[in-house]
């Protein structure tokens, strides 16, 4: 039986949200341990999945059974199963893992959102706990699991088959690129980003199908020239980084280095005007917070103003995969 305050509310309402830690670390953790590859050829007993693992019995599971209650692994007849969806995307069996993604919020995310209270307080970013090439490789990792639906949506949603070449603006390790050059055969690109990153990207990309499409070039989108030549330009995951001020000015820079007509494709969170809802996107603005000290999730009011005062014209708003959604721009 629910007991429910004289206010109606749930007596648990805020033991749950205070507590929602507690699902995502063991949710994490299980990741970690191999839980899901284990159960990847089918269900298996307790001692059975013991024997796989070598975890102490009683805490695998008391993991276990947490996966159950959140409904990612299933429990008949003494048997534990993936579902569907960790099958798909947790087993390393699916066409998408994003068990990188997971590790992302373990390894690094989880340590800097306990700095939470100090980023609001004092305006200064989060300290990561791991630093270096371990950071670099679990933060490109775990960005490219969490934004390969988007990608794949972006690809299949705009034909860019009339634009010759396209500047990806911020891009990473070219996760949001790859999928239109897949799509696209005859399209060109170039990766822009900072040295550090794009020595990441020029690793990662060097098996790719799509690569000798791929120019790429470091530089600080925010003083360095911008390559010219590009009909088209993607800016993915970028503006949440930064604050508004700093917003104006990268579009501004992508407008003066493109021809009236050519297309703008900003991917992101977008809010709507309250700044509540998506509602996990709401969340994920503490994280672009703690990143830079001065991130956010903006709306797309916010981003029809920019773009107006930078020289865009407004095309559309259009949903992509999950919270994250386009805005498209043409050059005026």
């Known amino acids: 039986m629910t007991i429910r305050l004289p206010s109606g509310v ?42 796989a693992t070598q975890l102490p019995r009683r805490a695998l599971r008391v993991v276990i059974s947490g996966m159950v209650a959140l409904d990612v692994l299933t429990l008949d007849d003494g048997r534990y199963a993936n579902n569907a969806p960790a099958q798909e995307w947790l087993s390393g069996r699916g066409a998408h893992d994003m068990r990188p993604g997971l590790r992302l919020y373990d390894k690094l995310m989880y340590s800097m959102w306990l700095q939470l209270e100090h980023v609001i307080r004092s305006g200064t970013p989060a300290r990561p706990s791991t630093m270096g090439e371990e950071f670099a490789r679990i933060f490109s990792e775990g960005v490219e699991a969490w934004t390969r639906g988007g990608a794949i949506a972006l690809a299949e949603s705009y034909d860019l088959s009339s634009r010759q070449r396209l500047l990806d603006i911020g891009g990473g390790t070219g996760s949001y690129l790859v999928p239109l050059l897949e799509r ?7 990766l822009f980003d900072l040295p550090p990153t ?15 499409r791929i120019e790429l070039v470091d530089g600080d989108a925010f003083f360095d020239p911008l390559p010219a030549g590009h009909d088209a330009a993607l800016i993915a995951g970028f503006v949440h ?56 999730t903006y709306s797309v009011d916010e981003g029809r103003a920019w773009l107006a005062q930078t020289g865009w014209r407004f095309v559309e708003h259009k949903p992509l995969a999950g919270v994250t959604s386009v805005v498209v721009a043409e050059a005026v």
Do not use: N
């Open 198 to 212: 794009i020595e990441i990207a020029r690793r990662r990309l060097a098996a790719a199908a799509v690569r000798d």
């Open 10 to 51: 749930d007596i648990d309402h805020f033991a749950v949200l205070g507590g929602g830690f507690m699902s995502a670390k063991m949710l994490c953790v299980a990741s970690e341990l191999g839980i899901f590859e284990k159960l990847a050829d089918g269900p298996l007993t307790l001692d059975e999945l013991q024997a």
């Open 241 to 296: 980084l930064f604050d508004p001020d700093k917003v104006v000015l990268v579009l501004r820079r992508t407008r003066e280095a493109m021809a009236p007509g050519a297309r703008l494709f900003i991917v992101d969170q977008w809010m709507d005007p309250t700044h509540t809802q998506p509602t996990f996107a709401a969340m994920l603005a503490g994280t672009y917070l703690m990143l830079s000290g001065s991130g956010d």
């Open 184 to 190: 696209h055969p005859a399209l060109r690109a170039t």
